[in-house]
């Protein structure tokens, strides 16, 4: 399985911005989507973000439509989550995940459905303050 390492995290004014990394034990484009998610203190999980690696294409939450932006590095190592207009509701720790390599497309089906993510990473913290 791939190994996952989230950093970027911190705490930050409503309104300011954030950028994540997820960097990978291998390329990227082994396991055809990856994904960030986010859980909140007594909340469920939820999907923030997905990038199919293959070609780049996205899939976002309604939460994070026109605020937060993924994308992967051109050496298919690092996945990138680019979070702007932050808000409190957006406090919670962010983790990346990754399918199966054997998976295949199948994954962009329900990219924001946790279940089918086998690797994850320990998560990093962002706190928005109002």
């Known amino acids: 399985q791939v190994q996952l390492t989230e950093s970027g995290g911190g705490s930050v004014q409503a309104g300011g911005s954030l950028r994540l990394s997820c960097a990978a034990s291998?390329?990227?484009?082994?396991?055809?989507?990856m994904a960030w998610f986010r859980q909140a203190p007594g909340k469920e999980r939820e999907g923030v973000a997905a990038?199919?690696?293959?070609?780049?294409?996205?899939s976002y939450s309604d939460s994070a439509k026109g605020r937060f932006s993924v994308r992967q590095d051109s050496a298919y190592r690092t996945v990138y989550l680019q979070m702007n207009s932050l808000r409190p509701n957006d406090t919670a720790i962010y983790y990346c995940?990754?399918?199966?390599?054997?998976?295949?497309?199948?994954?962009?089906?329900?990219?924001?459905?946790?279940?089918?993510?086998?690797?994850w990473g320990r998560g990093t913290q962002v706190t928005v303050s109002s």
């Open positions: 291998e390329y990227t484009h082994r396991t055809n989507c």
């Open positions: 995940a990754a399918v199966p390599r054997d998976l295949g497309k199948p994954c962009w089906a329900s990219p924001l459905r946790a279940e089918q993510y086998t690797s």
């Open positions: 990038l199919y690696t293959l070609d780049g294409t996205t």
